[in-house]
């Protein structure tokens, strides 16, 4: 993967693919824990694109992937990730790019097309009311206190919470920096997006049994020109139902927004 370096001296993996074309970029951000390579390869969604001869580029957020891992939760947050964001846009000299999130990257992204008037279209998946009515990813779900326990202790035994459970499951299965995810989950953004100011069209995709994702049309209807799709899978099944790739590429395909379906 190629590196670049931030601001505040923090190396940021990402990958481009070259589909060919002309049209603009597709930056497409992971979800907390994952990375590039697991939300948006191994689904195979960085492959659809490409065949439909997009540009494609994924990012590792700092303290995931091959991006540095910082312990300090001063290094983080989405509005961090969002600087970052622009950063590699920048370094990549495009003047207009689709932009993709999921769940944490949802967040991310969110809050890059809100200052970042290159976006040409935005698409967020695994996130709903939360957004709206928490400013973030649905800590009413997974609190921060539980979620910090369980990426801190030694013990995972001492989760009692289920799903702060999973959560530290799928670090130690994909091989994260618990300090490091512990140091973002501290830091995580938890006040009003300003969904308003975003004005370009947005597509809003969620799994129809995502506790994460609970009623999406809320988000849907607070995005100016936002629609939704619903696709089958709970937060981390819905990514790799073809409906999501489906709807993502069409979607990222045209000019105009498509009609929400449930």
């Known amino acids: 993967m190629a590196v670049f370096r931030t601001d505040d001296g923090i190396r940021i993996a990402y990958e481009v693919y070259d589909g060919g074309s002309r049209l603009p970029l597709v930056l497409l951000h992971h979800g907390f824990i994952a990375s590039g390579r697991t ?15 997009r540009r494609v580029a994924t990012i590792d957020a700092r303290g995931h992937g091959s991006s540095d891992k910082p312990h300090d939760p001063a290094l983080y947050g989405e509005a961090r990730m969002a600087r970052d964001v622009m950063a590699l846009i920048d370094l990549l000299d495009e003047p207009v ?37 928490c400013g973030g990813v649905d ?13 801190r202790t030694d013990d995972p035994g001492s989760v009692t919470d289920p799903t ?54 809320t988000l849907a209807t607070a995005l100016p020109r936002g629609t939704l799709r619903l696709v089958d899978g709970d937060h981390l099944g819905a990514l790799r139902d073809p409906e999501f790739t489906s709807g993502l590429v069409e979607f990222l395909s045209g000019d105009s927004v498509l009609p929400a379906t449930a």
Not at 191 to 211: F, H, M, N, T, Y
């Open 164 to 217: 702060a459970a999973g959560f530290r499951a799928f670090v130690d299965a994909v091989g994260g920096d618990r300090p490091a995810l512990a140091a973002q989950a501290a830091a995580a953004h938890a006040e009003p997006i300003a969904l308003q100011a975003i004005s370009v069209p947005a597509l809003v995709i969620a799994g129809r049994e995502d506790p994460l994702a609970v009623r999406p049309e």
């Open 97 to 133: 790019y689709d932009l993709v999130g999921y769940s944490m990257g949802a967040i991310v992204t969110l809050l890059t097309a809100g200052r970042d008037r290159r976006v040409r279209r935005l698409v967020v998946g695994g996130v709903g009311a939360g957004v709206v009515e």
């Open 139 to 151: 800590t009413r779900v997974i609190g921060g206190q539980a979620l910090q326990h369980a990426l």
């Open 39 to 53: 939300n948006w390869e191994m689904p195979g969604i960085v492959d659809a694109l490409t065949r439909t001869g």
